[in-house]
């Protein structure tokens, strides 16, 4: 069995989406390594091997002097809805897979004064760079896109999250 056949095959990311996805679990993490998006009220509303979606609520912990939500709290939900994916990609391998935010592009189109839900649809490349990672030995880029829209289906932001993967020796 070639390496690409056991990354394709180790069900490591079903285990981490299992955790991701069990409500009390996310909360624990967020509060114990991410305390700052546990205030937020930073939600994962569906996770799964091709797609993220993470919600940011307009209020009082996320919210800025003009009445809408910072931009922080937004780029820190943008960020999670490509790290979920990223993360579920590298867990369980071994020899392991570092993974790096290496640069962060937002455009901010529309005031969020509600729910904001960022929506990544590229888990499929992310795993691709895990793989060519993972079997290379060399650090792979990638650009990810996820866009943020409002209850009303408004874009609200959107960000490109360029992250470095390499397996470690």
């Given at each position: 069995?070639?390496?690409?056949?056991?990354?394709?095959?180790?069900?490591n990311?079903?285990?981490?989406?299992?955790?991701?996805n069990?409500?009390?679990?996310?909360?624990?993490?967020l509060?114990?390594?991410?305390?700052s998006?546990?205030?937020?009220?930073?939600?994962?509303?569906?996770?799964?091997?091709?797609?993220?979606?993470v919600?940011?609520?307009?209020?009082?912990?996320?919210?800025?002097?003009?009445?809408?939500?910072?931009?922080?709290?937004?780029?820190?939900?943008?960020?999670?809805?490509?790290?979920?994916?990223?993360?579920?990609?590298?867990?369980?391998?071994?020899?392991?897979?570092?993974?790096?935010?290496?640069?962060?592009?937002?455009?901010?189109?529309?005031?969020?004064?509600?729910?904001?839900?960022?929506?990544?649809?590229?888990?499929?490349?992310?795993?691709?760079?895990?793989?060519?990672?993972?079997?290379?030995?060399?650090?792979?880029?990638?650009?990810?896109?996820?866009?943020?829209?409002?209850?009303?289906?408004?874009?609200?932001?959107?960000?490109?999250?360029?992250?470095?993967?390499?397996?470690?020796?």
């Amino acid at each position: 069995m070639n390496n690409i056949s056991k990354i394709e095959s180790n069900g490591n990311a079903h285990l981490f989406f299992k955790l991701i996805n069990n409500p009390v679990k996310f909360r624990v993490f967020l509060l114990k390594n991410l305390p700052s998006a546990f205030f937020s009220g930073v939600k994962i509303r569906h996770a799964s091997e091709e797609r993220c979606s993470v919600s940011v609520p307009y209020k009082w912990f996320s919210t800025n002097p003009f009445r809408s939500t910072y931009f922080a709290c937004l780029s820190m939900a943008a960020e999670m809805s490509t790290g979920v994916l990223a993360m579920a990609h590298i867990h369980g391998l071994f020899p392991k897979v570092s993974l790096l935010v290496i640069k962060v592009e937002g455009h901010f189109h529309k005031k969020a004064t509600g729910i904001t839900l960022f929506t990544c649809n590229e888990g499929v490349r992310i795993r691709d760079a895990v793989q060519a990672a993972y079997l290379s030995g060399e650090s792979q880029q990638i650009s990810i896109e996820t866009i943020g829209k409002n209850n009303e289906g408004e874009m609200v932001a959107d960000f490109i999250i360029t992250w470095s993967f390499k397996r470690k020796s």
